[in-house]
């Protein structure tokens, strides 16, 4: 399972990790960290109880 899946959420995070660095710049810090904390809530869920 981690063979398949890790490689996977990890260039997945590094992909959106960019995208988030450009919207801080644009938008302010607050809505960004509210929003990256709640993604990573659902994809940790996501990865856990995922069949």
């Known amino acids: 399972v981690t063979e398949d899946i890790f490689p ?6 590094c992909a959106t990790l960019v995208l988030m660095f450009l919207l801080t710049d644009f938008l302010r810090y607050k809505p960004i960290i509210i929003l990256c904390g709640v993604s990573g809530i659902i994809a940790f869920c996501t990865l856990t109880f995922g069949k």
């Not at 996977?8 to 995070?13: G, L, Q």
């Open 8 to 13: 996977i959420s990890t260039y997945s995070y």
